[in-house]
C-alpha cells in the first residue's frame, strides 16, 4: 500500500520562508521521480517542481529562482523549500509519484501580505 504523507506549511507573512516534506512507503522511492503541485479553490491542480530519482529538477516559472525540491532516499522523502513566498503562493500543495496515481494528503500554505 502506497501512503504519502505530508508535512509542515501553515500560515507565513510574505517573504517568508517554509518547507513541506513528503514521506513515501510501499513504493521504491530512490528509483521513483517525485512532483509538487498545488492547487486554489476553482482552480486546477498545478504543476509546481519536480526531482528525478538521479535528483535533476525543475520548476513551473512562477517559483522558479524561490523554490527548491529537493530528495532523501534514505529517508525516503521529498522536501519543498519555498523562499520568498507571496500572498498568489497560496494554495493547497500536493506532493504526487510523477509515474501513477499517488498523491498525499496535501497541507495548507497560506500567505498572508
Known amino acids: 500500500q502506497v501512503q504519502l504523507v505530508q508535512s509542515g506549511g501553515g500560515l507565513v507573512q510574505a517573504g517568508e520562508s517554509l518547507r513541506l516534506s513528503c514521506a513515501a512507503s510501499?513504493?521504491?522511492?530512490?528509483?521513483?521521480?517525485m512532483d509538487w503541485y498545488r492547487q486554489t479553490p476553482g482552480k486546477q491542480r498545478e504543476f509546481v517542481a519536480g526531482?528525478?530519482?538521479?535528483?535533476?529538477?525543475n520548476y513551473a516559472d512562477s517559483v522558479r529562482g524561490r523554490f527548491f525540491v529537493s530528495r532523501d532516499n534514505a529517508k525516503n522523502t521529498v522536501y519543498l523549500q519555498m523562499n520568498s513566498l507571496k500572498p498568489e503562493d497560496t494554495a493547497v500543495y500536493y506532493c504526487?509519484?510523477?509515474?501513477?496515481?499517488?498523491w498525499g494528503q496535501g497541507t495548507q500554505v497560506t500567505v498572508s501580505s
Open positions: 526531482i528525478s530519482s538521479g535528483g535533476s529538477t
Open positions: 510501499g513504493i521504491w522511492f530512490s528509483i521513483n521521480a
Open positions: 504526487k509519484v510523477t509515474r501513477g496515481g499517488y
